[in-house]
Nanobody
Framework: VQLQASGGGLVQAGGSLRLSCAAS????????MGWFRQAPGKERELVAT???????NYADSVKGRFTISRDNAKNTVYLQMNSLKPEDTAVYYC????????????????WGQGTQVTVSS
């Protein structure tokens, strides 16, 4: 599967952005999907995941502010980000897994190219 992330940009603290990740292929509904982020000089870290069945999981740092969702008819996974903070600044990546449903980035088989999110204070 090929993944194309979009929707990043520059936003002020407290603002919102919605990221999208469009997937190729006819079996999108069977993939477990995740959003990860990587800030300069830091490890890539989990933001949120959604299984093929729709179960979600979030990093503690984004719980209550971010929402992951998927539209299987459009082969797309979304990340709605509200109440953004400067510490959310990072390159955001979407990822897909055939079987793995957990938070470890090494469990994901396919990665998109990333989209930059910058939150100004």
């Amino acid at each position: 599967v090929q993944l194309q992330a979009s929707g990043g940009g520059l936003v002020q603290a407290g603002g919102s952005l919605r990221l999208s990740c469009a997937a190729s292929g006819r079996t999108f509904s069977t993939y477990n999907m995740g959003w990860f982020r990587q800030a300069p000089g830091k490890e890539r870290e989990l933001v949120a995941t959604i299984t093929s069945g729709g179960s979600t999981n979030y990093a503690d740092s984004v719980k209550g502010r971010f929402t992951i969702s998927r539209d299987n008819a459009k082969n797309t996974v979304y990340l709605q980000m509200n109440s953004l903070k400067p510490e959310d600044t990072a390159v955001y990546y979407c990822a897909a897994s055939n079987l793995y449903t957990g938070p470890d980035k090494y469990g994901y088989d396919y990665w998109g190219q990333g989209t930059q999110v910058t939150v100004s204070s």
